[in-house]
């Protein structure tokens, strides 16, 4: 069955540095996310991209993140000056099309970051 | 804002007895509320869907009601297992582009 893949599965960054998160979703989807999880807590939405553009953002997704699509294959997550509060674990996901039949959302195995 | 409540207490069974979990939320109708897997260190996994206009959902030994009046979803595991020990999340489409989750409830079920 096809998967989405994030890569590196493990980040450990100095406070104040950029990361960049990287995923391949599954390569007929349209619909491509970015979600966080704190230890313990609960699967937050960062951001939603569709038509090489930012659907929906959280009040998370500030003008530390940004996201990219940069070839037909990659979306990826960057957040330019990391902070120790930023560390968690980062999940990609994506979803096929827009009718009533795709809803469901297919998740990578996550990045940990964590930032020192 | 939308808000989606789980049972945060962990929920122990004995095997082949059934596990019901609970999902409630708050100033929202969704079209259709979604039921994840998620195993510790992994992204959740999708279970089953379940549309405002259908009561009930059935596929193997899950079963999702979803109840508009009371903004409740109830998720049935019949005849479970060790293997069915995980964390299951809740998930509504808030309309747009964004899928919430709730915080889940850990299942344990014990052999």
């Known amino acids: 069955e096809p998967e989405v893949t994030q890569t590196p599965s493990h980040q450990v960054t100095q406070m104040g540095q950029e990361v960049i998160l990287r995923c391949v979703p599954i390569s007929n989807h349209l619909y491509f996310y970015w979600y966080r999880q704190i230890l313990g807590q609960k699967v937050e939405f960062l951001v939603s991209f569709y038509n090489n553009e930012i659907s929906e953002k959280s009040e998370i997704f500030d003008d530390q993140f940004s996201v990219e699509r940069p070839d037909g294959s990659n979306f990826t997550l960057k957040i330019r000056s990391t902070k120790l509060e930023d560390s968690a674990m980062y999940f990609c996901?994506?979803?096929?099309?827009?009718?009533?039949?795709?809803?469901?959302?297919?998740f990578g195995s996550g990045t940990q970051l964590s930032v020192l | 804002s939308q808000k989606i409540e789980q049972n945060s207490e962990a929920l122990n069974i004995q095997e082949g007895k059934t596990a019901t979990l609970t999902c409630n939320y708050t100033?929202?109708?969704?079209?259709?509320l979604q039921w994840y897997r998620q195993d510790p260190g992994r992204g959740p996994v999708f279970l089953l869907l379940i549309r405002e206009n259908e009561k009930e959902k059935r596929k193997e030994r899950l079963k999702v009601t979803f109840d508009t009046t009371l903004k409740q979803s109830l998720f049935h595991i019949t005849a479970s297992q060790p293997a069915d020990s995980a964390t299951y999340l809740c998930a509504l489409n808030t309309g747009g582009f964004k899928t919430i989750f709730g915080a889940g409830t850990r299942l344990f079920v014990k052999a």
């Open positions: 100033n929202y109708s969704p079209a259709y």
């Open positions: 996901a994506s979803r096929d099309r827009e009718d009533a039949t795709n809803e469901k959302l297919f």
